[in-house]
């Protein structure tokens, strides 16, 4: 099957979360640090309003798959290709970045020349994404990488589960949030691909009906009205504001009040 046809407003859309990325890390430690600072308000705002960031990398990183891989066939030459792409290009980099953010801020902090001492720290972090502050993010996506072909092969089966992939999505991420609470007591939470289920699915959900989705909005802007057309974009953003301004603010009291 011919690829598919490059979509040129990822860039954009990659190009407002990386925005979002640089907001938050600069934002990071003044939202600690200047807690009893008059603009510490505005430093929330920014950080929280700016992690949409993240969570876009995470649904792209799973639309880009399924746009590209389902509408096609995935054999075993396929999937030996997609794993040495990704070995090459995502887990080595990994693998030399880590050792070096690892070794700068051990040295920075003041650590001793101690090798068995520095492994001995060493591997937890790099087995959980923690060997510095943002390599989290490429841990969580080698996981996704990982668990594609399957849930590839799970969505081209069985299409009602494609067709409800949101919803999955969504409900086995609250399980895992709401089981991790009452059990399992999971450490690094956000290093888990499980935490990011929604934004996956989501993800998987719109390249598969990339088409349909893009046939519906463009044929439903023919036949709408004009007023209704404002009314539904109006109603959109103010769901999407409000939703960002409740979980600012509920940030804001768990800093700064411990509520």
């Known amino acids: 099957m011919d ?9 954009l859309v990659r190009g407002f979360a990386m925005m979002g990325v640089l907001m938050v890390h ?4 003044a939202t600690v640090q200047m807690r009893g600072d008059d603009f510490f308000g505005l430093y929330n705002f920014l950080n929280i ?11 792209l990183s799973s ?20 794993f040495k792409n990704r070995l090459m290009y995502i887990l080595v980099p990994y693998l030399l970045f880590s050792i070096l953010f690892f070794t700068v801020a051990w040295y920075h902090r003041g650590g001793e020349s101690n090798l068995a001492a520095m492994l001995e720290s060493f591997w937890p972090k790099l087995l959980t994404g923690k060997s510095y ?3 989290y993010f490429i841990f969580i996506n080698i ?7 399957l849930v590839l092969m799970l969505l081209k089966r069985f299409r009602g589960f494609a067709a409800s992939s949101v919803l999955v999505g ?11 609470d009452a059990w399992w007591d999971v450490t690094n939470r956000n290093s888990w691909s499980l935490s990011f289920l929604s934004y996956y699915f989501l993800g998987a959900w719109i390249g598969i009906y990339y088409d349909r989705v893009k046939d519906w909005l463009t044929s439903a802007q023919g036949t ?14 103010a769901v999407w504001l409000g939703a960002a301004l409740v979980h600012i603010g509920l940030r804001y009291n768990q800093r700064l009040l411990g509520m």
């Open 3 to 11: 690829k598919r046809a490059k979509l040129t407003e990822i860039d």
């Open 63 to 82: 639309f880009v798959l399924f746009y590209n891989y389902y509408h096609r066939p995935f054999k075993g030459s396929d999937l030996a290709r997609f």
């Open 170 to 180: 969504i409900v086995l991420q609250w399980l895992f949030y709401l089981g991790n």
């Open 26 to 29: 600069a934002t990071s430690f």
């Open 133 to 135: 502050t943002h390599l």
């Open 49 to 59: 309003f700016s992690k949409v960031g993240t969570t876009t990398f995470i649904f």
């Open 143 to 149: 996981q996704f990488y990982v668990l594609f072909p």
């Open 224 to 237: 709408a009205t004009p007023t209704l057309r404002k009314l539904g974009w109006v109603a959109l953003w």
